[in-house]
Every structure is written in structure tokens, then in C-alpha cells.
């Protein structure tokens, strides 16, 4: 019931894309909004213990021209 989803927050973020990835460059999961996280599934099955890469790419709400990618890491325990 504690951190089931893989999300982020921001305000006035435009154009947002999320992308999971396992170790071997596999794509799992892609959303292009903040309100729909990871649940940690891929194709309607849970995803095994393990580290993903996740790319997050978005436009800043000054300009609206600004782009901007995240990259890191997230782990699953279940």
C-alpha cells in the first residue's frame, strides 16, 4: 500500500512523456501525462524485483520552448 506506483509531480509541465525500460533495453510502459503512473506491470503482469531505467522528457511551462529529460533508476520489491 506504500509506493505502488511510479509517478511524478510538477506544475504547468507541457508535452510530458514517460518511458520504463528493463536492464536489457526492453520498452515497458509509456504514458504522455502525469495523472496515469507506472503500477509496475508490463502487458497486465507484475514486473519481477529488479532496477528500471526510466527516461521523462517535458516541455517547461515558462516558454513553452524549453526542453527538458530526467533519467534515472527505479527499483521494484515486492
Same mark, same amino acid.
Do not use: A, Q
Given at each position: 500500500?506504500?509506493? =505502488?506506483?511510479?509517478?511524478?509531480?510538477?506544475?504547468?509541465?507541457?508535452? &510530458?512523456?514517460?518511458? /520504463?525500460?528493463?536492464?536489457? +533495453?526492453?520498452?515497458?510502459?509509456?504514458?504522455?501525462?502525469?495523472?496515469?503512473?507506472? =503500477?509496475?506491470?508490463?502487458?497486465?503482469?507484475?514486473?519481477?524485483?529488479? &532496477?528500471?531505467?526510466? /527516461?521523462?522528457?517535458?516541455? +517547461?511551462?515558462?516558454?513553452?520552448?524549453?526542453?527538458?529529460?530526467?533519467?534515472?533508476?527505479?527499483?521494484?520489491?515486492?
Amino acid at each position: 500500500g506504500i509506493n =505502488d506506483k511510479f509517478e511524478f509531480f510538477g506544475y504547468g509541465e507541457k508535452g &510530458v512523456e514517460l518511458n /520504463i525500460y528493463n536492464r536489457w +533495453g526492453e520498452h515497458l510502459y509509456w504514458t504522455d501525462t502525469m495523472t496515469k503512473p507506472w =503500477d509496475g506491470t508490463y502487458n497486465g503482469t507484475e514486473v519481477s524485483n529488479d &532496477v528500471y531505467v526510466y /527516461i521523462l522528457k517535458y516541455t +517547461g511551462m515558462c516558454t513553452g520552448k524549453e526542453e527538458f529529460e530526467k533519467s534515472g533508476h527505479v527499483t521494484v520489491v515486492r
